[in-house]
């Protein structure tokens, strides 16, 4: 009998073992960008080379099968733990978790296949939310989509979206979709819920709606962050409800060319563009991408509460055509 207890203790023991390993494996590294290869030799000119692939924190590169070769065809989430892409030979949107899980939509993330090479993904925060939208204003009649990023499933559309013209992005709850129209007569902020009901139109004052394509929602549905393009850059809070700018954090300059737009008669900053994203309820990051063929990457954390702005990482990205960036 003592015999026998010692071997079945000795083989829990063993039994043990693997769970204690498995529970000790680390997460895999969040992905930092997506991005395609640059094939040409020319400074002033970029040339498509090889599938899309993808960066994660550690430094490892990974391939992404079948996505479609066009810009914005793949997204990554904010906090880089999932990516979305329309894939190349059925138009369906795929949505993978870095371990591998995908889902796939039932069918076609963008009906017109005439469309497809102009149409754009684009991730919520945490990748709860996806969205397809394409096209310059008026050249198409369909809508954005907006399907759920842990299901695949369609949840519903919003009118009026145009890739070119246009701005769309989710609320730090993803509960909300935000979209910003210019019709060139005016700049209108406009929230939708999932199913794509509007909830709340407002024309802000020209100082936001010359840079509400950087707008960004906070959860409470009504707090917008926009990037003010200047010599000075800044971050202005603009309060849909009140629709008044409630306040303004400087940012450091990074050597950017601002200059203005004489058809749009607006600021813009040459080879730049600046994405916001809330990561708290008092929590902003901003990533600044500068350049061409040599890209730089700025991370910055902003807290409303205190006002602070703080450098959190920088990085360079060379050889490639197309960038999707995270803000991990």
């Not at 430094?59 to 989430?77: F, L, M, N, T």
């Not at 769309?168 to 929230?191: H, N, P, R, Y």
């Not at 929590?283 to 991370?299: A, P, S």
Request: charged share 25%; hydrophobic share 40%.
């Amino acid at each position: 009998m003592k015999i026998l207890c010692a071997a079945l203790a000795a083989c829990s023991a063993l039994v043990a073992v693997p769970g204690s390993a498995h529970a000790a494996v680390p997460e895999a590294a969040p992905i930092r960008y997506a991005a395609v290869s640059d094939c040409a030799k020319d400074p002033r000119n970029a040339e498509w080379c090889g599938p899309w692939w993808y960066r994660t924190t550690d430094g490892k590169r990974h391939v992404i099968s079948g996505a479609g070769r066009w810009a914005g065809a793949v997204a990554v989430s904010g906090d880089g733990r999932r990516l979305a892409y329309v894939r190349a030979k059925d138009a369906r949107l795929v949505i993978r978790d870095l371990d591998g899980r995908t889902r796939v939509s039932r069918a076609k993330a963008w009906p017109s296949t005439s469309e497809l090479d102009v149409t754009r993904v684009t991730m919520s925060y945490d990748g709860s939310r996806v969205a397809v939208h394409c096209c310059d204003a008026g050249y198409t009649e369909q809508p954005a989509r907006v399907y759920d990023g842990g299901t695949g499933a369609l949840l519903g559309k919003v009118a009026g979206v145009s890739v070119n013209d246009d701005a769309l992005s989710f609320s730090a709850d993803s509960d909300q979709v935000l979209v910003s129209t210019d019709d060139e007569k005016s700049v209108k902020i406009s929230v939708h819920d999932p199913n794509g009901e509007r909830t709340t139109t407002v024309v802000p004052p020209r100082l936001i709606g010359d840079n509400a394509t950087t707008a960004a929602l906070h959860a409470d549905g009504h707090t917008v962050a926009v990037y003010l393009i200047g010599p000075t850059p800044k971050i202005a809070l603009y309060d849909l409800e009140s629709e008044l700018i409630t306040a303004t954090y400087p940012l450091p300059a990074s050597g950017q060319k601002v200059q203005r737009d004489p058809a749009e008669n607006r600021l813009t900053e040459a080879d730049t563009a600046v994405e916001l994203v809330w990561t708290g309820d008092a929590t902003l990051r901003m990533v600044r991408k500068i350049g061409f063929k040599r890209v730089r990457v700025q991370v910055y954390g902003i807290d409303v509460a205190t006002g602070s702005v703080r450098p959190e990482r920088a990085y360079a990205i060379t050889g490639t055509t197309e960038e999707a960036l995270s803000a991990s």
